[in-house]
């Protein structure tokens, strides 16, 4: 089991940066694959981006060369740095992590909203 404790979501003018936390209640070197996913109104969820143990990292076309994806192990915590964000952006971002038996958790969620 893991729980995931998402954080940094709010309200931003387009052009701006937020940064999204995610804490796990396990080490990160137990955990496969960690990604940020997000949720837009009417649309499906769609993968922004994620990083795998051995720190490899992919980001979704829209976000690449905008948003950053990194962790710090020491306090199992997985970040989303998002920078010169657009109204498309807004969305629930929630952080899923698949552990190595294929098990899948994810965090309650995070709002992201940007102004234009």
């Known amino acids: 089991q893991v729980q995931l404790v998402e954080s940094g979501g709010g309200l931003v003018q387009a052009g701006g940066s937020l940064r999204l936390s995610c804490a796990a209640s396990?080490?990160?070197?137990?955990?496969?694959?960690i990604g940020w996913y997000r949720r837009a109104p009417g649309k499906q969820r769609e993968l922004v981006a994620k990083?795998?143990?051995?720190?490899?990292?992919s980001y979704a076309d829209s976000v690449k060369g905008r948003f950053t994806i990194s962790r710090v192990n020491a306090k199992n915590t997985v970040y989303l740095q998002m920078n010169s964000l657009k109204p498309e952006d807004t969305a629930v971002y929630s952080c899923?992590?698949?552990?190595?038996?294929?098990?899948?958790?994810w965090g309650q969620g995070t709002q992201v909203t940007v102004s234009s």
């Open positions: 899923n992590v698949l552990d190595y038996d294929s098990s899948s958790y």
């Open positions: 396990r080490s990160m070197f137990s955990l496969n694959v």
């Open positions: 990083i795998t143990s051995g720190g490899t990292t």
